[in-house]
Structure formats: structure tokens, C-alpha cells
């Protein structure tokens, strides 16, 4: 069939801000979707308040909403622009979701829209579990023992019916949020009550538990026409009983005959036939590892994050052709867009393994329940192609850019055999080292399936790196011959690691391995495993075998690093920067080289750069493939602190870096250097002290004087940023054997006034501040954390002026072109630097965004060589928009138990919004009340507020108890356990003395029980104001800068 | 012990050999299905190949005694890139390497399988030798595999009869498949087996409700002789033909066949029936393929298509209830998709009409 012809509108949802369970992997679905749509020549529009999205830029949709994923703001956005059609199957379970109450309130019958692809009754079928488990039933296809309970009483009655353990699963929540497993009835009571509460129809599927299962997953697609394909399978390592977005996944499946694959495939394709799914649906089997019974764990009838892995597993891509086939193509009518001569009805064949790892926030957020459960914790995940399973895990684990030593992670090789027994029985983020450090002491394979039911085909594989490892350690580079070298190669050992073991520098191992002419392949992604001909631009490295043909047009290359993993502090920000930096490759006339590993992005699209490499971003990895393109250099400011960490090597091994240099970088993170800096351009400086030693660290607090904020040098999102009131909690810190403090540690005064920061470019002489931000959260408050506005809202001209004068002062002091960012404190009427950042930061896609002017493609031109004059930006700072714009943090408590929900030095957000309006309380409003899922009970009800105010607060806060009380809300001061249980509670307010952590335990409570947490008098603030607003306006961005435009004429 | 691959255009790849240390001679083709090795090394099909695996992880999952498509291994060799020693899998009674080894199949891993691959892509599916001393070899030693008779050496000598359902169907055997023959069983028949060269009276005296063209190695061409039979059967009894058996019906009423640069060898091909319009993902194993333009005044018309090349994937008769498929509807390695054709032909049996053309 063809394309629907009357299509000529499209209202495409996004996925809002990222949290755990939904990360950039939408971003991702999303910009295929809308190419896909525009490639059709129909308008699409497009709602999505998530600023850090390449989805949201122009060239992907041609009215954007920056507004609540809202009925209310979704009814406005149709009622304005009158779409033909809607497609929402491509914004995870939030797009879902909006659209099945879209729908049940009758909105989208009202203004006749469409809803493309698969239709709702499907979606219901596969995400209500009745209707679920009746279909499958009908289609004889076996579900675990399960109910459906809506009450703690039920799933004991169930429980006792078929036994211990019980997994419970909460009915439309994010990522299996509230869901775990049973193996008592206390531990069901629990469950069973944090389950029913957050799912929205207070449903659970409470089933019997098939833990021990393997986990496999098939990703399928189908069309109006019935011809229905399988994109790939993937085996989790990890059996059932791990969310598979904590576990890690190879593809396709290893350890499954023919048979049993045919046989999961078979009942898939059956599945998605049954649910008329039009489009991409996910598919998840547990397989009994000792006989062909399997069960159906679960269907998503959606694109997914599985989908997103399983497109850059497999070079499919899925999100596009989805859309295609919701507007009405059919598969076989579609070219494969990776051959392009075949067609896009066809199952893609690998010739490689893929190996997928989770990426845990438990680095940061150390004291944290870190159990993996059927919850999924993981904020982002890598990817590695490679020829052998040894290689590819060790690609995705150097990926991770967590502290490893090679194979081991330091924290656990230091645990007792005990302990971590105990640790790989209870599964938690570190349990793949856990295991690799019992081989290492002699634990057998056998005992470690016993503890794990991890297949011992797996094992095996991690079994033969811990014996190379050992081989490498008992053998010395003076005798190392080639054929150990390439063998320890092939399995992914790395240069580095080796020079470790060995006693010798990096350099000298790659020059005796290049004297051995030891160097990667690197092999396209091809889709049919060499079958046909292919011309995609994606490529990854191997030890061993030829070098595909790499296509060369010519042009100049440059490298751009990527930002690997989405985590906490280097979220999808980097990654829309890296998108933007490509594309301003592509219009100044060179080749744009990408190198990234993580799956969910943009970035890793093969159609994005002129060539995609999926490694690693070490230097080694990024030598490699510099010596294979020839580039002219690399940029690294793009790729948030990845990419900044790989400078040192990267300028060592004599690469040209742009705009960039590691004395510039070593200049602003040196506390010493950086203070002399500060001087030499007279700005001041927080006044801070670097310390080598806990003794130092101890001495030098005590001089500035507490509170002190320390903060460990080159850190993502502050991480191991803290405050500390007094001697007693700096010394509990430093003999915390979590924390692994990092020396050197700065020490800085706290000073709590007002925080601001700019994002400015340079070419090395001028400057143009593209904009600046007050943050509403005083200092002190992680930057990431901080709601912020922009333009400011409460400081004079005269500190603005100040702050553009510093800026300028710094950036012609600096040697350094492109974008930087700096943070400012005002205190008591002084204004004075915080840090400066030499990269592209969180809030250059929203400064972009509401100026309609990629900043990212200036800062290409300046490192290439453009001055200020040359792009027209001729003014200190660009003209302040007549609107104001809110970034707002976005959090997953709901996932991450044990976390102290207070606002503080370290970041704990997953992900940001921004809202717009004409009136600052407006896009306050917008940002408080930003999706249908999570509007704070603040904004919908009135209630009861419990008030926990430390004595120095307790005047600031007067007036407020005041308001909150005008506005009908009911104050309670005493016995929280008792409030706390009430339905009346709402909200927490909770401001614990400076520097303190007074309270975590009641706010940790009050986030159980679904309250909002303020623990900032500002934030209070400021949601006052959003509660002032009595109507709400929706714009496209499109419409303010029209606004913009005629306001400057 | 180090074991290497020449190719017929020269070059040659190194690896190490399990298995049986012989020289072997054959013609090298690649197979992209991502499982199913144990499937692929006991096809007839394969006879006179040796298989070149592209997907990179083999022997994961051992060999069992269930998943065999015919009682003994078929290929001349496997070339793998990545060996796994062991059998990690329930079923698994052997590793691949014990099992090559106990049947004398030279097993070559740590091959550059991509880059064979590719060569075969660009040049054609080629002889090659596996040997452990590449010098002084000859290709002379053997004969092109299109021009060998190898059906002999796979079929059956003896008529067997299996199943003891409604259908009786006669299974003419040029190295089939034991999946075809469960199939068949499934779908309530009694099937003889008998050999490729039975002759039209003994087949009429085993009074058949139908017949099946089974698949089988090498080139249809060189069973010109049977054609005669063949088409005789099939003007007189519903008939159903399989790979090679779709290939010889083609050629038994006047059709041509011609070989492939390279063979479509794998579980993923697109085909469409063209009567219908659905798209099935279908397993093969072919090198021949039947001429489009040739069909002309055969009675055949084309039934299904590839998606990818647009080469004939099915047939079916104007006239006589006979219909074909060069694709395996059988799986085994690959998809079940088109599995419900076996019933299309058990239902053409009930309908035994010569007028009628079936759909």
C-alpha cells in the first residue's frame, strides 16, 4: 500500500526530559520518525519539553512546542494547529500513555486526528496485563502463573497458592518501576504497597517467579500488510529476574539452537499479528535453560530502548521504517536504506557479537540501594561490536568510563571472599566484576553458575580473560612475542592495561605492537553479514582479519569525540551538541568523523556523520582510528568531559586538537594555577586551596573556614562535590570507604548567594555571551540540580554588565576558541567566579533553542579558524529574548531507592525541561506541571504540607506558612510517620541546617509515599508563583522568534 | 595444527584445523543464518561444499541428537571464525570439534570468514581446497561441482516408508531433508520414500494421493535424464517440488535453469507470493536458479518471487495441480513462515481434479 495520501500534518509526541527508563534512545527513535515523516513532504509537529533533543531542532520538525506533555497542553497544541494525524508510538511510555488518555477523553475523535501506526486496541492489549494474559491464552501461548491484584490481600491469597518466590510488576510504569521480587510475605507486603501506589490504575501483575530463566528478547516489526520481520534477538547474561535494562545483553542470542530461536521467533511473530501492531514491538521470553518451555514476559508495542540497541546492533533502523509504515508503506516496498538495493522486508544477518552494559548511577550515588532487581537503576548503557565475546566485553567495559583497572574495579578487588559471595548471590551494578574477581581467586565456573544461573557459555568467556590476564601478568615485555601480543589483542586487552602489567609507558607497547604491525580492522555494519554489497558509513574495529573498504571522498576530515554513556552530569546534551557539530562539518565542507558507543543516540545514527565508528573513547581506541582516517584533528569540546579527559593523551600522541589545549584545560582545573589565572585577569575568585592529604585537607578547611564545598578535580556532575558544616563530618567523609576521595581535593569557601552562568563564545580576543542564566537554588545547589531562568529575573544591569565584563576579561586571558561556560556567585553584592568550563555545557542547547542560532555551529567556525567578525557576532552579548525560559531539573527518585532527595552539591538529576513563557510565573507553572504522569499533588490538590524548617530558616519561612495557608493547604509540625500515611500528605517542606543532612530519613519517606520534597525555600518560591497562574498559552518556538524578530525591528 | 584455505582465484587464508587433518577439495559457499550449524553440516544440500559460517560465534550450543537433517554429516568442511570448544546447551551430547573429528569433517577456525565472504560476493561462489600444506596444490584434482553427479551418493537405494497417515505421499529422494519428511508426517501422511531414478511404474504402482520433488546438491542439469519421469509424474498426480526438486520440475516441461553468481544461502530471504501479496522470510540453499523468460509455453507461471534479486522462488502450474518452491518451507535451519504450504499441498491431494489450477 501506499503512503496514506490525505496525511499532510503530523502531531509527533516526544518523550519528555530523561529519567531512568527512558533516556535518549527517543531522541533517537524520534528524529527517525520525523525525517521519516518530512522525507514524505508532511509538516510535522512536534511537542516535547525536552530542550537537549535533536528531535526539537528545526531541521527534524517545523513547529516545535517546548510545552507540557499534558491533555490539557496536547488539546491546545491539536485545537491550534489541526493535525491530520498523531504518532505517539515513538515516544516511549510517555507518548504512549498521553495518547491512550488522549483518546479515552475523547480528544482525538473530537478534532478527528488519527492515531498512525499501531491502533489504540493494540497498544491496550499489550500494555493492560489483562487483556494481556486473555490474548495470550487465546492464542495458547504460556504467561506465568499470574494475577492481577489490586490489593495487598490478593497477592498474599495468590502468593500462597503458588508459592515463593513472586515477582510483582506495576500496571503503565516507567522502566518496571515499583515492581521487585518476593521471597516472603513481608517482603510482598512491601512490594506489593510501593507497586499498587505508583501505578496509575493501581493495578500489579503479580506472578510466580521463573528466576534462574534465560532472558531473551525479539524486536519485530510489522506492516498494514501482514508481513511481519524480526530485527534481531538478544540473550541478557544476566537470566530472569534482572530488569533487562540492568542487564547485560548480547546479541543475537548465544546459547539457543536453531530450534529454540525459530521457536521464539515463530511465537513473536504470531504475538504481533494478534495485536495488529503496525510498527515496532518489543517482545520478551524467559526459555527454561533444561527443556523448550518458555513463557511470555512481557510485550512492548512500541519502539523502545530495546529497539534503539537493536537498530545499532544490527544497522536496522527500525524508528524509521516504523514510521514509514504508519503512514502506510509497506516493508517490502521500502529500500533498505543500508545496502540500498535490497529491501527493508528481510531479517538482518551479523557477522559479529554485540555486547551491551548498563550504566549505573552507583559511582555517584554510593550509598543508594544498588540491588538489581526487576526495577530497572540504569541511567544509560554502551554498546561494542566485535568478532569474539572476549574482545566485546571488554569494549563495552572500557566504554563504561567507570575507575577500572582493566578487567577489575578497584572497590571490589579490595572485598573479602565473603563478601563478595554475598554480592554475587545479591545481584547489584558491580556483580560482572564481582564474578571476574572470584575466577580470579580460584573460584570454579560451576560454582559461579550455581550461584548465578549465568550460562556457563558466558562464564567461560569471562573465565579465558581472567587466565589471559593472568598469562599477561607472568609474561614481560622484553619477551612478549608477537603471536601472545595479537592473542592478547584479539581478546581486547589494552595498550594501556598492558603497559601496567608490565611495567612499561603506553607508548612503548603501541610502538612494539605497531613494530609488529599489530593493528585493528575495522568492518562495516552491513546488515547482511557481507552477503551484499553495502555502503553505510558504520564501522567498528577488530584484531584480527581484513579491513572492509572504507569509502574516502576527498573532502577534510575531522574527528568529533562523542560523549559515551548518558549518566548523571553528561546526559543527552552532549550528544545534541555532537549531532549539531556534524552537521556544521557537513555545511563548511568536510568530512565529519563521529565516535561514540552508546546505542540510545543520534550521534551513532550511521546516516548522522560521514562515518560512524562504535568504540570505545580511550585514547588508544582513538588513536587507532585517527591513524586509519588521516583527520585533520580532533574536537573535543563537543563531547562533554569524555572528551575532555582524552586531551592529555590525545596532544601527547601529537594529535591537533581545536580550540582547545591541555595547559588551557590544566590552567582552570589546577586550583593553584587557576587562582593565579583569576588574579592575572582580575576576577575574582571563590577563595579555595588544593589538598594533597586527608591531614592537609583537614588543616586547610580549618583556615578557610566551614563550611567548605570540596570537590575532586575533572569531575562529571560534581561528582564527590559535597558540603560540610563542621570538622566531625569532613572526617566521617574522608573515612568513608566509599567514597574513594581523590587527591588532589579542592577545598573551597561556601559562600550561599546567587548563582549564575553564561555560556560565551571566543575566538580568542572577543567574546559574544549567547546568554545567561540565574539560578533559583542558591550556591551551593549542584548547577544540574538548580531550576534556572533565562534572562535573569532579579539581578541589576550593573552584575550583568559585571558578569559579560569577567567574561570577557577571561576568555581574551584565555588561550582558548569556541564555547566555554562559567560559574558565577553573587554574595552579599559580590560577584565572583565559581569555575570555568572549557566546553560546550548543559545549557547551550536551550540557549540555542530559545535564539535560534546554533551556537554550536559558531563554535565549529571559531575552532576552524572564524573570528567573531567573520560569523556577525558583533556584540558582547546577544539581545535578550522578551520571553522567559525556565531549565528545570528532572529526577527518577522513584527508581533509585536509599537516595536523599535534598538539593545539594552533588547532581542527582537524570534529566532537564525547559518551559516558556511570556510571564515568568507562566513557564514556572510549565515546569512544575510538566507531564500528564508526575504534576506534583502540589499543583492538583490541596492537602496537608508537613514543615520540618531548620531554626535559622524559620524567619524566611514565615510568610510563606502564611501563603500556604491562604491558599488552603494545612501545615502539620508534628509526628511525620503518622502524616505521612495520611491521604491528605503532599508535599515535605524541608530545610535542614546549612551543610547538614538533617531529615533524610523523612524525606526518603515522604518520596515513598509519592509527596513532594522541597528543600529549598526558592524552589518554594517560585512553585508560589507557578501556583498564581490561572491560564496557561502554548507557542511554538517558531511563533517567538517571530515575536523576537518583530520586537528587535 | 595450523590448517589453511586456497581459494580457486589463488588466495589463501590461515587457521587452525580441528577435525579430520585431510586435504579436502569442494566448492566454498557461505551460509548467513545466525544458528542452525548443525542443521547446515547434515543437509544433502550441502554435498560437495564446504560451508563458510559468517556468523562468527559456531559450536556454542554443541550437537545434540535431535536437530540432524539427515543421518550423517553432509559437508565436506566447516570454516568458522570463532570455534567454541564446548557444548554449553541441555541437549548438547558432543562439542562441534569431537563430532567433526569423529566424522572425518575438516573443521578450519580463526578464519578470516568476512573476507572469504566477501570474494565469494564479488566472484562467485568458487573451488577451494582445505589442506595443511599449501604448496604444490592442484585444483585439477577435482571437478567443478556443477559438473559432478553427487544426487547418487545421497539418495536413497531402497524404498522406506514412514508414517502411517491418510495421504499417501511418494518422496522422491535426491538428498532430502528429514525436516520435509516431518513435515509431511505432521500434516497426517504416509510417505515412500524411494530413490532420485524411480521409475514412473514403480511410483504409479505405489499408488501415491501425491508426490514430492525432494531438495538435493548440486546442478539439476545433470539429471537430464529423469526429466521425462518427472513430468510424466506430475501430468498425473498432484505434485509438489522442493528446491531442487522445484529446479527439475521447471526443466522436466521445458524451462532452463541457471546458476547464481553466488547461491542465496541463509534464513533471512524476502519472498512474496505473488498471488497474494504476503512476504514471507524464508530459509534456503541454492546455487541454480530457474530463468523467468524461460517459463514461456511451460504451463508454469511464477507464484513466488525474491524480494532482493526478483529471481523465481515458486511456481505453479497452469494446468496440472503442481506447484513449487525453491525455498525451504520446511525450515530447519531458519523460519517456519511458509510452513502452511505443506498444507496447500495436502489440500490439492483431496481436490485431485486436472482442471483446476491451484492458488
Known amino acids: 500500500m501506499p503512503k496514506q495520501q490525505q496525511l499532510k500534518k503530523v502531531l509527533v509526541i ?160 516507567l522502566g518496571g518501576a515499583g515492581g521487585g521480587i518476593a521471597s516472603d510475605e513481608k517482603e510482598l507486603k512491601q512490594i506489593i504497597k510501593g507497586g499498587l501506589s505508583l501505578s496509575p490504575i493501581s493495578q500489579c501483575l503479580i506472578e510466580k517467579s521463573i528466576a534462574g530463566y534465560k532472558e531473551i528478547e525479539y524486536e519485530v516489526m510489522r506492516d498494514s500488510n501482514d508481513t511481519c520481520i524480526t530485527i534481531c534477538n538478544m540473550e541478557n547474561i544476566d537470566p530472569v529476574g534482572i ?99 535490497t529491501y527493508a522486508s528481510f531479517e538482518p544477518a551479523l557477522d559479529y557479537v554485540v555486547v551491551k552494559f548498563p550504566r549505573w548511577p552507583f559511582d555517584k550515588f554510593v550509598h543508594a540501594e544498588r540491588k538489581l532487581g526487576t526495577q530497572m537503576k540504569a541511567t544509560g548503557e554502551v554498546m561494542a561490536i566485535e568478532r569474539n565475546l572476549e574482545a566485546g566485553i571488554q569494549k563495552a567495559v572500557r566504554s563504561l568510563e567507570l575507575k577500572t583497572n582493566g578487567l577489575d574495579l578497584p572497590s571490589v578487588t579490595k572485598k573479602s571472599d565473603e563478601e563478595l559471595l554475598h554480592l554475587v548471590k545479591h545481584a547489584d551494578d558491580r556483580r560482572f566484576f564481582v564474578l571476574l574477581e572470584l575466577l580470579r581467586r580460584g573460584y570454579s565456573r560451576q560454582e559461579l553458575h550455581e550461584f548465578t544461573g549465568i550460562n556457563a557459555f558466558f562464564l567461560q568467556a569471562f573465565e579465558r580473560l581472567i587466565q589471559m590476564e593472568k598469562e599477561s601478568t607472568e609474561s614481560s615485555f622484553l619477551n612478549i612475542t608477537k603471536e601472545q601480543l595479537f592473542a592478547y589483542k584479539k581478546a581486547g586487552f589494552t595498550d594501556e592495561w598492558l603497559a601496567s602489567v608490565w611495567g612499561v609507558t603506553e607508548q612503548q607497547v603501541r610502538e612494539k605492537r605497531l613494530e609488529f604491525s599489530i593493528t585493528p580492522s575495522y568492518k562495516m555494519v552491513d546488515t547482511c553479514a557481507g552477503e551484499f554489497m553495502a555502503s553505510t558509513a558504520y564501522f567498528y574495529s577488530s584484531w584480527s582479519g581484513e579491513h572492509d573498504i ?38 563548511l565542507g568536510y568530512e565529519a568523523i563521529m565516535m561514540n558507543n552508546n546505542p540510545e543516540t543520534v550521534s551513532t545514527d550511521y546516516a548522522t556523520a560521514d562515518r560512524l565508528y562504535f568504540e570505545p573513547l580511550t585514547v588508544e581506541d582513538v588513536l587507532n582510528v585517527i591513524d586509519l582516517e588521516q583527520v585533520e584533528g580532533v574536537i573535543v569540546q563537543l563531547g562533554g568531559q569524555t572528551a575532555i579527559s582524552l586531551v592529555e593523551g590525545l596532544e601527547a600522541a601529537g594529535v591537533k586538537l581545536f580550540g582547545t589545549n591541555l595547559d588551557t584545560i590544566d590552567q582552570l582545573e589546577d586550583r593553584g594555577r587557576f587562582y593565579s589565572f583569576m588574579k592575572q585577569v582580575n576576577v575574582p575568585h571563590i577563595p579555595g586551596v588544593t589538598a594533597t592529604n586527608e591531614e592537609d585537607a583537614l588543616d586547610k578547611a580549618e583556615q578557610i573556614g566551614y563550611p567548605v564545598l570540596i570537590r575532586p578535580s575533572y569531575v562529571i556532575g560534581g561528582q564527590g562535590m559535597m558540603l560540610f558544616e563542621s570538622k566531625t563530618e569532613f572526617v566521617f567523609y574522608l573515612e568513608d570507604d566509599e567514597y574513594t576521595a581523590a587527591f588532589p581535593l579542592l577545598i573551597d569557601a561556601y559562600y550561599p548567594g546567587v548563582e549564575l552562568e553564561v555560556d560565551a563564545l571566543t575566538d580568542g580576543e572577543n567574546v559574544c555571551i549567547a546568554g545567561m542564566f540565574e539560578h533559583v ?49 553573587l554574595f552579599e553584592k559580590q560577584l565572583y ?59 527518577s527518585y522513584q527508581k533509585l531507592a536509599g537516595l536523599d532527595p535534598l538539593l545539594e552539591a552533588e547532581m542527582k538529576s537524570t534529566g532537564e525541561l525547559m518551559s516558556m513563557g511570556a510571564d515568568l510565573d ?18 492538583t490538590q490541596t492537602g496537608s504540607i508537613f514543615v520540618d524548617v531548620a531554626e535559622e530558616f524559620k524567619g524566611d519561612f514565615a510568610p510563606y506558612a502564611n501563603k500556604l495557608q491562604q491558599l488552603g493547604f494545612t501545615l502539620v509540625t508534628n509526628d511525620f510517620s503518622n502524616w505521612v500515611q495520611t491521604d491528605e500528605a503532599i508535599a515535605l517542606i524541608s530545610l535542614p541546617k546549612l551543610g547538614t543532612k538533617d531529615g533524610t530519613l523523612n524525606r526518603q519517606e515522604a518520596l515513598r509515599q509519592r509527596c513532594s520534597v522541597i528543600s529549598e525555600l526558592t524552589t518554594l518560591d517560585v512553585m508560589l508563583k507557578g501556583l498564581n497562574v490561572k491560564e496557561l498559552q502554548y507557542h511554538a518556538i517558531q511563533d517567538w522568534w517571530l515575536k523576537q524578530k518583530e520586537l528587535i525591528k | 595444527m595450523k590448517g589453511y584455505v586456497v581459494l580457486e582465484n589463488g588466495e589463501m587464508f590461515e587457521g587452525v584445523l580441528h577435525g579430520k587433518e585431510k586435504e579436502v577439495h569442494g566448492e566454498i559457499v557461505f551460509f548467513t543464518g545466525m544458528s542452525g550449524y548443525q542443521e547446515v553440516l547434515s543437509d544433502p544440500s550441502f554435498k560437495g561444499q564446504m560451508v563458510v559460517f559468517t556468523y562468527p560465534l559456531i559450536g556454542n550450543y554443541g550437537v545434540n541428537e535431535v536437530d540432524f537433517e539427515s543421518i550423517t554429516p553432509q559437508v565436506n568442511a566447516l570454516l568458522v571464525s570463532e570455534l567454541s570448544n564446548e557444548g554449553y546447551h541441555y541437549e548438547s551430547c558432543s562439542s562441534l570439534e569431537s563430532y567433526c573429528e569423529k566424522h572425518s569433517i575438516p573443521l578450519l577456525s580463526g578464519i578470516d570468514t568476512r573476507a572469504i565472504v566477501k570474494r565469494i560476493r564479488e566472484q562467485g561462489d568458487m573451488r577451494a581446497i582445505i589442506t595443511t600444506d599449501p604448496t604444490n596444490l592442484s585444483f585439477n584434482q577435482s571437478i567443478p561441482l556443477g559438473q559432478q553427479e553427487v544426487v547418487p551418493e545421497v539418495s536413497t537405494k531402497t524404498i522406506n516408508t514412514y508414517g502411517s497417515g491418510d495421504h499417501h505421499i511418494v518422496m522422491v529422494d535426491f538428498g532430502y531433508k528429514k525436516s520435509i519428511l516431518d513435515s509431511l508426517l505432521e500434516q497426517g501422511c504416509r510417505v515412500s520414500l524411494v530413490p532420485y531414478d524411480t521409475t514412473f511404474e ?80 524464508t530459509s534456503q540453499n541454492h546455487s541454480y536458479v530457474v530463468n523467468e523468460e524461460s517459463l514461456e509455453g511451460t504451463g508454469f507461471k511464477a507464484k513466488f518471487m525474491n524480494i532482493n534479486d526478483s529471481s523465481i522462488e515458486g511456481l505453479i502450474h497452469k494446468q496440472y495441480p503442481v506447484f513449487t518452491v525453491q525455498f525451504h518451507p520446511e525450515a530447519h535451519p531458519g523460519p517456519s513462515d511458509s510452513e502452511q504450504l505443506f498444507f496447500t499441498f495436502i489440500e490439492m491431494l483431496s481436490n485431485k481434479g486436472r482442471e483446476k489450477a491451484y492458488a
Request: net charge neutral.
Open chain 1, 14 to 173: 516526544g518523550s519528555g526530559p530523561i529519567v531512568i527508563g527512558q533516556a535518549a534512545e527517543f531522541d533517537y527513535a524520534g528524529t527517525q520518525a520525523c525525517l521519516a515523516l518530512k522525507e514524505e513532504g508532511i509538516k510535522v509537529i512536534l511537542v516535547n519539553n525536552n530542550p537537549a533533543t535533536v528531535m526539537t531542532d528545526e531541521s527534524c520538525a517545523d513547529r516545535v512546542y517546548f510545552e507540557p506533555l499534558t491533555v490539557e497542553s496536547v488539546e491546545a497544541i491539536i485545537q491550534k494547529e489541526q493535525p491530520d494525524g498523531i504518532l505517539a508510538t515513538l515516544g516511549g511510555q510517555t507518548g504512549l500513555n498521553l495518547a491512550m488518555d488522549l483518546h479515552d477523553k475523547g480528544i482525538l475523535a473530537k478534532y478527528g486526528v488519527d492515531l498512525l501506526g499501531t491502533p489504540i486496541e493494540s497498544i491496550k492489549k499489550g500494555e493492560d496485563r489483562e487483556a494481556f494474559r486473555a490474548l495470550m491464552q487465546e492464542l495458547n501461548e504460556p504467561v506465568p502463573e499470574s494475577e492481577i491484584v489490586t490489593t495487598s490481600e490478593a497477592a498474599i491469597k495468590f502468593a500462597n497458592e503458588v508459592g515463593y518466590p513472586i515477582i510483582v510488576r506495576p500496571a503503565y510504569t
Open chain 1, 243 to 341: 530488569h533487562t535494562g540492568d542487564s547485560i545483553v548480547v546479541a543475537p542470542s548465544q546459547t539457543l539452537t536453531d530450534v529454540e530461536y525459530q521457536m521464539l521467533r515463530t511465537c513473536s511473530v504470531k504475538i504481533i499479528r494478534a495485536l495488529g501492531i503496525v510498527g515496532g514491538c518489543n517482545i520478551q521470553f524467559a526459555l527454561d535453560p533444561y527443556s523448550k518451555q518458555y513463557y511470555l514476559i512481557e510485550v512492548n508495542p512500541r519502539v523502545s530502548r530495546s529497539s534503539a540497541l537493536a537498530s545499532k546492533a544490527t544497522g536496522y533502523p527500525i524508528a524509521q521504517m516504523a514510521a514509514k509504515v504508519s503512514i502506510g508503506y509497506n516493508l517490502h516496498e521500502i529500500i533498505n536504506p543500508v545496502t540500498g538495493h
Open chain 1, 550 to 587: 572504507i569509502p574516502q571522498s576527498g573532502k577534510k576530515k575531522i574527528l568529533l569525540i562523542g560523549s559515551g554513556p548518558i549518566r548523571i552530569g553528561q546526559g543527552i546534551e552532549f550528544d545534541y551538541c555532537s549531532v549539531q557539530g556534524i552537521q556544521s562539518l557537513h555545511r
Open chain 1, 777 to 825: 537554588e542558591r550556591a551551593g545547589v549542584h548547577s544540574g540540580d538548580s531550576t534556572a531562568v533565562t534572562p535573569p529575573y532579579s539581578i541589576t544591569e550593573e552584575i550583568k554588565e559585571l558578569v559579560s565584563e569577567y567574561t570577557e576579561r577571561i576568555a581574551k586571558g584565555m588561550d582558548f576558541k569556541g564555547i566555554f561556560n562559567i560559574q558565577f556567585v
Open chain 1, 833 to 891: 567566579v565559581i569555575e570555568i568550563n572549557p566546553r560546550a555545557s548543559r545549557t547551550v542547547p536551550i540557549l540555542s533553542k530559545i535564539s535560534n542560532k546554533s551556537l554550536i555551529d559558531y563554535t565549529v567556525q571559531l575552532l576552524l579558524g572564524a573570528s567573531m567578525s567573520d560569523l556577525g557576532l558583533v556584540h558582547r552579548t546577544l539581545p535578550e529574548p522578551h520571553f522567559y525560559t525556565v531549565k528545570a531539573p528532572v529526577f
Open chain 1, 922 to 939: 507562566e513557564a514556572f507553572l510549565k515546569a512544575f506541571v510538566w507531564s500528564q504522569q508526575s504534576k506534583p499533588k502540589l499543583f
Open chain 2, 202 to 281: 514403480t511410483i504409479q504402482s505405489l499408488q501415491p494421493d501425491g508426490v514430492m520433488y525432494s531438495n538435493g546438491p548440486g546442478n539439476p542439469k545433470k539429471l537430464q535424464e529423469l526429466l521425462p519421469t518427472i513430468k510424466k509424474v506430475a501430468m498425473s498426480y498432484p505434485t509438489m517440488g522442493i528446491c531442487l526438486g522445484h529446479q527439475l520440475l521447471a526443466l522436466a516441461f521445458g524451462a532452463d535453469t541457471e546458476k547464481l553468481t553466488f547461491g542465496h544461502r541463509g534464513a533471512n530471504q524476502p519472498v512474496i507470493d505473488l498471488t497474494t501479496n504476503k512476504v514471507y522470510m
